[in-house]
């Protein structure tokens, strides 16, 4: 019986070993995929349509986001949160690659960019100068 389990043993050994040998000598199979390759499907997917069409596309950005910036008529700085509406638009528009997410994101940029004080000044109230 002892020599019986010596050969099992033996047999085990030599047949993991080559296992491991065999799995080491398999080739990478994976295939490089590019960025605008892969989409979200399921609920994921669902959400970020939802996400886009019912919130991001109905946003009044004009007189919600931009116009404290444009008027500089505000008397007390606050938040708007016009940068991570920026930094979602551009997000969204290389995602779903929608020329309406992508009209809106250019919209965002330019006025921002017009807002902005020959100084680099974005703010919500006129600078004080002299």
């Known amino acids: 019986m002892k020599r ?3 050969q099992l043993y033996i047999l085990l050994l030599t047949s993991s070993t080559s ?3 065999e799995a080491q000598t ?9 960025l605008m390759d892969v989409k979200a499907g399921g609920e994921i997917g669902r959400r970020i349509n939802i996400t886009v069409n019912n919130n991001l ?5 004009d007189n919600d986001f931009l ?3 444009i008027l500089k008529n505000q008397k007390k700085d606050f938040y708007i949160g016009l940068g991570k509406l920026i930094d979602a638009t551009v997000k969204l528009a290389s995602y779903t690659v929608d020329d309406r997410v992508i009209a809106l994101k250019k919209h ?4 921002t960019i017009s807002a902005q004080d020959a100084s680099g000044y974005l703010g919500l109230m ?3 100068t002299g």
Do not use: M, N, T
């Open 19 to 21: 296992i491991l040998v």
């Open 126 to 128: 006129h600078l004080k």
């Open 4 to 6: 019986y389990s010596q």
């Open 108 to 111: 965002l940029i330019d006025e």
């Open 67 to 69: 116009a404290p910036f």
């Open 26 to 34: 398999i080739k990478d199979q994976l295939i490089p995929l590019e």
């Open 57 to 61: 596309l109905k946003i009044d950005a």
